[in-house]
């Protein structure tokens, strides 16, 4: 399954997005901050395209490929911006470029539990990959109910300029786990759902969080059985 990829984020669109947030005084290096994007974008297709090599690879020399499918996304102006007043970071080129690692992201869908950990190793353990961040919220789901493993790789990119370490958030689920993540962040940023109801399907989901978890363990179970 091949990537989902991203244009290179539009100039325009980047602007747009900061003269709505009211915070383009704060940040008048607009360039800069073009040019961080540029940058991390330019991460993501390293990224992607070892990604896509494994998942090649995978095709033609194993029976099973843990990859399911892939989907890269650049974050908005808007998130960057929520990003940054929540953790309490200053609101400055040099911030974003120290404090945020997750403005390129790939998201790998795989089909099993264990297929999760196979596309981390095949990834991570590549020469030119270091592993800056790691949290496991498979092992120790959010309260939630959320599962996923997210990693943050850095990979070099070479610019006319010279040679810069990138950081990509690699974000790795099972299609289990991505297709409750997609119902539960829609009931968490709908803002017109009643509060009796988001509680009780917030119940429920955290509750269905772990029978996806145990439905998934047991179909992997007869998957290798018939190996
Ligand atoms: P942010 O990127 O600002 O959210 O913080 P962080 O760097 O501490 O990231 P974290 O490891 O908590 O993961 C953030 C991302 O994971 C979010 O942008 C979502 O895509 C996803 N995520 C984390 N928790 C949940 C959750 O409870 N539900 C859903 N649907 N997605 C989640
Ligand atoms: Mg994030």
Redesign the pocket.
């Known amino acids: 399954m091949i990537l989902e990829r991203n244009n290179f984020p539009n100039v325009k669109q980047i602007a747009k997005e900061l003269d709505r947030s009211g915070l383009k005084d704060q940040l008048k290096d607009f360039k800069s901050l073009i040019a961080i994007y540029q940058l991390r974008h330019a991460g993501a297709n390293e990224i992607g395209t070892k990604l896509e090599n494994l998942d090649d690879e995978y095709s033609v020399n194993y029976d099973h490929n843990p990859i399911h499918h892939m989907e890269e996304r650049m974050k908005s102006i808007n998130?960057l911006l929520?990003?940054l007043k929540?953790?309490g970071y200053p609101i400055t080129i040099d911030s974003i470029s120290k404090n945020i690692?997750?403005i390129a992201g790939i998201r790998v869908v795989t089909n099993y539990i264990e297929d999760i950990y196979k596309v981390e190793d095949a990834l991570v353990r590549q020469s030119d990959i270091t592993l800056l961040k790691r949290?496991d919220?498979i092992k120790e789901p959010?309260?939630?109910?959320?599962r996923?493993l997210?990693i943050v790789v850095s990979v070099p990119v070479f610019q006319s300029n010279g040679v810069f370490d990138v950081p990509v958030?690699v974000?790795i689920r099972t299609i289990g786990m991505d297709m409750?993540?997609?119902l539960?962040?829609k009931l968490?940023y709908k803002t017109d759902v009643p509060a009796d109801k988001v509680e009780k399907h917030t119940a429920n989901l955290q509750k269905y969080a772990g029978d996806l978890y145990d439905i998934e363990t047991r179909m992997q179970e007869i998957f290798k059985d018939l190996q």
């Not at 959010?142 to 959320?146: M, R």
């Open positions: 998130s929520r990003k929540k953790k690692h997750d949290k919220y959010k309260p939630s109910g959320y996923s997210h958030e974000q409750w993540a997609s539960e962040h968490r």
